[in-house]
């Protein structure tokens, strides 16, 4: 019998693939990647050997997913299209990693997720894992079955003797992990209408924030976050928290239209404050710490690391060689940002470094000043000399 292992989340989709995949002659064994999703494993692992699964594994992923992508991506500075943290993108790849690794395992040749044709992750599942190992094949019910409903998709299960519980229809798509969430569909799709409050899930809204401001103490070593307001934190710990506080703010909302791989555009709402937080703590502290070209160089990085982290590139040459890179920028990146959260804002209101590059001698007007004005007389005239 064919195997094929199919990375699987517990809604209706993966767990209509289940039996939809053994009627195609494949034995299935499901995945569950636990990126930080925070639900009840126990119960989706049951509903997965329920539905049919031969097998189910619950893969604690979390450490690895915080240290090895998101803190990868925040050391780039990676942001795509100037708004998205790329909490739903850096979790693909991941998991493919993984379901790759239980292919190989299990000795199965062929693996399934439950993902659409119109939209990006099945194309981070796909290229990820034929970058890890192109002999297994990818097979996506989604794009490839009948059903076009909710209903039609329960009918089937019904029809195959599967009972399973199922949400009234969900009025959203909604992708979560422990650096973010991803909202979109449903009333959403219209780009003019505000969001309903009830889609939100780790932010107050602004105006329902404290009236009093939080201050933040966030230190680096080499550029990842490690304490918290001198507090030593794991990776893990540090997400958690700062997602609460940052939640409790209203910190990290954003509503956006994005260009999607596959060429359509899409409106998305994401909640992100642990990565809105560290972004803007890890900005100032580059700010301080980096020479200038050095700045203006990485910045043209972050751009593309965001775009291949978007487009399921993750293990790609390019951007293992663009790490390399970062990680020499990071080499000096320590210190402590103070930030001042209020009301969805996420201001600086204190920064230093033992390896600051900015000099008070050098920028005071005061008495303590070094610097030696006669030398920007030449200075100047040769710097317009071109022209
Ligand atoms: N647009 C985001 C991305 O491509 C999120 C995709 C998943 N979104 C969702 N609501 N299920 O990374």
Not at 41 to 57: D, H, N, V
Not at 306 to 330: F, M, R
Not at 370 to 380: C, H, R, Y
Request: a positive charge; charged letters at 30%.
């Amino acid at each position: 019998m064919k195997k094929v292992v199919l990375a699987y989340s517990g809604g209706l989709d993966t767990s209509c693939a289940i039996p939809w995949l053994k009627e195609k002659g494949y034995e299935v064994v499901a995945v569950i990647g636990d990126v930080g999703q925070g639900e009840d494993f126990e119960k989706i692992r049951t509903r997965a050997l329920k539905t049919g699964a031969s097998k189910a594994f619950v893969l604690d992923l979390k450490k690895e997913f915080v240290e090895d992508y998101v803190f990868a991506a925040l050391k780039a500075g990676a942001i795509y299209e100037r708004k998205y943290f790329l909490a739903t993108s850096l979790s693909r790849p991941i998991i493919a990693k993984y379901q790759v690794e239980v292919a190989h395992k299990e000795k199965a040749g062929t693996l399934a997720h439950g993902c659409t044709g119109k939209g990006n992750d099945q194309v981070r599942f796909e290229v990820t894992a034929k970058l890890l190992d192109p002999k297994l094949d990818t097979i996506a019910p989604v794009r490839i079955w009948k059903f076009k409903t909710r209903d039609e998709e329960i009918d089937y299960l019904t029809s195959q003797g599967i009972s399973i519980e199922v949400t009234k229809k969900k009025p959203y798509s909604i992708d979560k992990n422990i650096f973010g969430m991803s909202i979109e569909a449903g009333i959403l799709e219209d780009p003019w209408i505000e969001p309903p409050e009830d889609i939100y899930q780790m932010t107050v809204s602004p105006e329902k924030a404290p009236a009093h401001a939080t201050y933040l103490d966030i230190e680096f070593r080499k550029g990842i976050p490690v304490k918290l307001n001198g507090k030593l934190y794991d990776p893990v710990a540090l997400l958690k928290k700062l997602n609460e506080v940052g939640g409790k703010n209203g910190i990290g909302r954003v509503d956006m239209v994005e260009n999607r791989l596959v060429g359509i555009k899409s409106r998305e709402i994401y909640e992100c404050p642990s990565g809105t937080i560290l972004h803007t703590a890890h900005q100032e502290l580059e700010a301080l710490v980096l020479d200038r070209e050095t700045m203006r160089f990485k910045q043209s990085v972050s751009l593309k690391y965001a775009d291949l982290v978007y487009y399921g590139l993750w293990e790609t040459p390019l951007k293992k060689q663009l790490d390399a890179y970062i990680e020499e920028t990071q080499k000096h990146m320590t210190g402590t940002i103070r930030l001042k959260l209020y009301k969805g804002n996420c201001t600086v209101a204190g920064r230093r470094s033992a390896y600051s590059r900015y000099k008070e001698e050098l920028a005071t007007y005061g008495e303590k000043d070094k610097f030696d004005q006669k030398l920007a007389e030449g200075f100047i005239k040769i710097w317009g000399m071109p022209y």
